[in-house]
């Protein structure tokens, strides 16, 4: 039995010609076998949209199965005695030829050489393909980068269904969300045209220690009492390796220090960000005798309170 090809697209009766069309582009790619290998119903489904655009694609031919001149499957009904003079075509009189003239659709045209592979078409020949080559389509891939590559730029490979691999090269300064586009990497053209490009979406790893902002480094240092209050020269890590920072005596924690071009790599020969280092008091995990002698006699004989401007300003 005949499936009626309104139903067949999704349409009503009432569809425009503009309608069948985007519904057709639409289904030729969520239901050809050749891109959805694993899917059992996509050949059947495939033949039956084809066929439903056939005959709905040609004004006449769809005002003669409207009228119920012809069936879903473009015969004549014999009970309608319906004849017509087709001395000068063959086969069924609603098909078109399989060429497409110089004004084609580009997405029209890769469905219609996707259909005549179906049917047992050949790309090679320019009497199907009319001539035609058309583009592959685009694949798309996601990576998972880590953070000092994303900083840094690095080299990454993505292993393919099939086995083989391409290679991945992330720029300095890659961000979380950026598609990396390689030339010819995706789908095989079609009449010998160009393959399409395979998209790589990024997702750039949060790292234990560094995070970035636009194109600084963020990093939290601990230091410890005597550093803070004495100030001091201490190893500190960047992107690029551990460098040293002077800690300024009495230096308090939250206090921001800069280190100038010490972040992520800008485009354009631009100079680089910077890394900031927001320091952080850490008492000894354990207190010995001498330092708790030391700092009960320093309460004693130092009267300091570094939160009376709060209480003042909390009761005011």
């Known amino acids: 039995m005949s499936i009626d090809p309104y139903k067949a697209l999704g ?9 069948i069309q985007k519904a057709y582009r ?6 050809h076998p050749d891109l959805h290998p694993d899917d059992a119903g996509a050949e059947a489904r495939f033949k039956a949209i084809s066929a439903a655009y056939d005959l709905l694609k040609d004004p ?13 499957t473009g015969a004549e009904r014999p009970q309608r005695q319906y004849y017509r003079d087709f001395a000068e075509s063959t086969g069924s009189p609603y098909q ?6 110089a004004q084609g659709d580009p997405a029209d045209i890769f469905a219609e050489i996707l259909r005549q592979r179906t049917r047992g078409g050949s790309y090679g020949s320019q009497r199907d393909q009319g001539g035609y080559s058309v583009p592959g389509h685009d694949v ?5 980068v880590p953070f000092l590559d994303a900083a840094r730029g690095g080299e990454m490979h993505i292993t393919l269904p099939d086995g083989s691999s391409i290679s991945v090269k992330i720029p300095q300064g890659a961000r979380d969300g950026q598609t990396l586009r390689l030339r010819g990497k995706g789908g095989p053209g079609y009449g010998g ?5 395979a998209l790589i979406a990024l997702t750039v790893s949060p790292h234990p220690v560094f995070r970035r902002e636009n194109d600084d480094i963020l990093l939290t240092l601990p230091i410890t009492i005597d550093e803070a209050v004495l100030g001091g020269k201490v190893v500190t890590p ?3 390796g551990p460098v040293t920072l002077s800690i300024p005596k009495g230096a308090n924690s939250g206090r921001i220090l800069r280190m100038r071009g010490r972040g992520v790599a800008r485009a354009g020969g631009k100079a680089a960000g910077d890394q900031l280092v927001e320091l952080r008091i850490v008492a000894p995990p354990s207190i010995d005798d001498a330092l708790r002698d030391f700092l009960n006699e320093w309460r004693e004989t130092h009267a300091y309170d570094p939160r ?5 300003e909390a009761l005011s």
């Open 140 to 144: 798309k891939y996601a990576l998972e």
């Open 193 to 197: 045209g160009s393959a399409g490009d």
């Open 308 to 312: 009376v401007d709060l209480l003042n």
């Open 26 to 31: 639409k289904l030729v790619r969520t239901s």
């Open 11 to 19: 349409l009503t009766k009432s569809a425009t010609a503009d309608e």
């Open 238 to 240: 960047t992107i690029d």
């Open 96 to 101: 078109q030829g399989r060429g497409f003239d």
């Open 60 to 72: 006449e031919t769809r005002a003669r199965f409207d009228t119920g001149e012809i069936d879903a």
